[in-house]
């Protein structure tokens, strides 16, 4: 590499570039990755922060949460939570704030494959899918259509493959399953069979914990291992906002804590409907319920590994109905990372959403702009970054990667300006103006930093109109689905054959 | 109003939200409008800003700027500029902080009609067109043909009725003229005749200065109402990077300036090519110049209202082309914002080019990502913010309008959230939660916030699948011609009859 960036740079100009560019960038000079630290871009002050935390703990000690299961009064009364006449369970402040004590932070979410490891610490943004969107977006005839588990593994593998998609939660529901147990189980392996990366899933019932767990146990190569690096979390709707516990949610959670599964505290209230309309008393509130959240957890298991998940999202107050591609998204969700960095507690929440039904200009837009400003709020997880349409119900497989385009161009923003000795000496400037060839191409320090400082997208055009008509005008959707294909044809199987066969044979498998 | 709310409040429900948004909400209840405060994302430290800083002080002392004109030289020079042996003219720290001392600060950039006025200063931020495409976007065929005085005047009259586009800088070349001064001519006066806002324009030549000039006294009603208030700026490329005067530039710069017309000193550089290829070296030099360019016209005329105009733009390093709509682009604009905050001069950078040919999904995330970085770095003016393709060769009609969504959308998130006392109180969620309805729809709070702390696309669409396809499956596009045509075909010209006539009567105007 190095003696061929020293020819390079001596041949000089555009055949250099080329040479250049057709090399392999070792991993560690790559211009981005997972984990880079966002950050500078705060959308609320220290003081507004201070605030907001003020009055999720008033919320939590005066109003509450109603409807928790019994082994979870009995988790949180005897941690010193206190149970009312009225049904709800009041938090004092000095139990909260224990709590926070011995929660977990900078904790691991492991990938199968250890070079996917989430590291979930300080400003690290990672970008990956999620949800539970019920319909498949066919770019073929612009049609939706219910979603099977051959979709969910294509999204799997397909996210093995987009560098800038760090980690796959389910994004869709298998509707080809009516069974929810059989349910349940194909996501997991249509998940694990599609990619080494960190799995979100989700239990549909408590009493899938236990199998879904003997699944992972198989998996993984014996109890032991699952242990030793759980490759999969489980996302836990544990609230049904306003400040209500979900009940089997729940109880699912406790049992994935026995099982030795890192859980996503998912608090998805909708502001105007579900939650309060203000942005910032919807972030109170989506605070207030995960802060329950830690208490719940850290009372059950001290310190067990647990994502700090407001998800507040929005409703279009016109209709009531939700829009996850708004600014006021962008906001609840970037003030959210705020207050996770002044918890210090590991979180996630939702970005990169479209509402629009199609990967079309506005779908653009909306998950660009969420994106970017999640990743630069330096918000750990981001979850539904990539992929998801129609406000949640629609997932499309060219659109996850055009995904991976949109999510360069954010990380890169992310990664932000290099202020170094090199990057601001006036040297450069004074060979090339003074006596110099009066540009800069070609030059030494371009060539350095073609690949190291510059993104280029894998979809994005960046044609002249002329050198676009000569290539009778390629459209983006075309290229997408062609490179979807073309992913998907050359995908491997992330399970050994002998393993496969023993599951198929086991379990009734409803994706090849 | 008042008695309307109250009464929708009463009534509840989603009655109670129709009937409220079609009333007309008071400008300044608006979510969005011109000039919200940005300055929420930092790219650099103050260090680094500090650091940046020195390196430009340092290239303008050791590197200098060559090729200035007689006029200029001896102006500079007058100055305590140093014109050295090789033709180079350096500016000295001292000469540079003077100079900075007697700028203009707090500019207003004058629309015809004063609502429109920009004022600039602080954060305050700005949203418009600019450029000089010389294609237009053809969305029936999907192809490129020569823009003409008409596409421009449309363009003007489409920035009439956006809300979200602050300003109308010339966007394209009127290819269908071909003499340069019947082209600047008409440029002006299709500006003019098409909208009430301020305008941007770019002589071709020093010469033409006065014959414009002449052509906008007549509009303003004489030169002292011209001078008392100047609607028009003019685009200055007075540098052709790295580090060089533009001679015929800079003599127009002095005619404009003579003439009461405010400037934007511009520096283009494409990082890579003319400019330094590390993102922090291409601002420094940028700055270098607008620098030097600050020198030039407060030494002509202390304190001329001047944008200091850093635009360095983006190289595709594989191909040297430009690229617009890169991570890289957002970064360049976002960081020179703060370093006119910095100087506390009122500045104005690129955001919102599109590299794609096409408004589409690729389209959507450049020009979402990139404006929002320029709004929330608190940038005043935020030139080629909308329409802009093909890296700046090809303007699209259409887009223009979709980008009023995307601006209306980054304006909202420059907005930012509101912490008051009302917007974090938890009496809203006692009042839902403990014995109320169990949600916030319909609620006083949050029918009072629909309209003002929530902004609705024009064009994007949140139908949900369902309603979606039995609505026909909408495209956005499609959506896009026809708000376009309907707005043309409403639009006023902006100028009385008997003017108009007058003009028609003395110029070669071409179009109608």
Known sequence: MTEMRRRSARSGGRAARVALRNAPLAENLRPVRAGLEGG????????????????????????????????????????????GDDGRIRFPRALVEDMLAKAARDITLCGRDPKHDLHLSGNKVHFGTAGAAVHVVDLETNTYRDSTTQDLHNAAKLTQALDNVHFFQRA????????????????????????????????????????????????????DAWRARPFVSNSNCFVVPPMKFAEES?????????????????????????????????????????????????????????????????????????????????????????????????????AGISDSKLPDMQAGWEQGITNVLAGLSGLNMVYEAAGMHASLLGFCLESLVLGDDILGQVLRCVRGIDVTEDNTSIEAMKAVCLGGPGHYLGSEQTLQLMQTEYIYPALGNRMSPKEWNEADRPMLIDQAIKRKNEILAKAQIQISPELDAAIRKDYNIYFH
Not at 60 to 81: F, N, V, Y
Not at 180 to 187: G, I, P
């Open 172 to 223: 869709m529901v298998c509707r080809d399953i009516a069974d929810n147990l059989e349910m349940d189980l194909n996501t997991i392996y249509a998940a694990c069979a599609g990619t080494t990366k960190h799995i979100g899933t989700s239990f549909s019932e408590p009493a899938h914990v236990a199998p879904g767990i003997a699944l992972l146990h198989k998996i993984a190569g014996g109890e």
């Open 250 to 350: 729940c109880q699912a959670m406790e049992a994935c804590i026995h099982a030795g599964m890192p859980v996503l505290l998912l608090s998805a209230g909708q502001a105007g409907a579900t939650a309060p309309a203000p942005i910032a008393l919807a972030i109170v509130q989506a605070v207030a319920e995960c802060l329950a959240g830690v208490v719940y957890v850290n009372a059950l298991a001290s310190g067990h590994p647990a994502v700090f998940g407001t998800w507040p999202f929005v409703s279009d107050l016109r209709t009531g109905a939700m829009s996850g591609g708004s600014a006021e998204q962008a906001l609840l969700t970037s003030g959210c990372a705020q207050m996770h960095k002044f918890y210090g507690l590991p979180g996630g929440a939702a």
């Open 40 to 83: 500078q871009y705060k959308p609320l002050t220290d003081v507004q922060v201070q605030r907001l935390h003020g009055a999720a703990l008033d919320a939590l000690e005066q109003i509450g949460l109603s409807q928790a299961p019994a082994s979870g009064i009995e988790i949180m009364t005897q941690a010193g939570a206190v149970l």
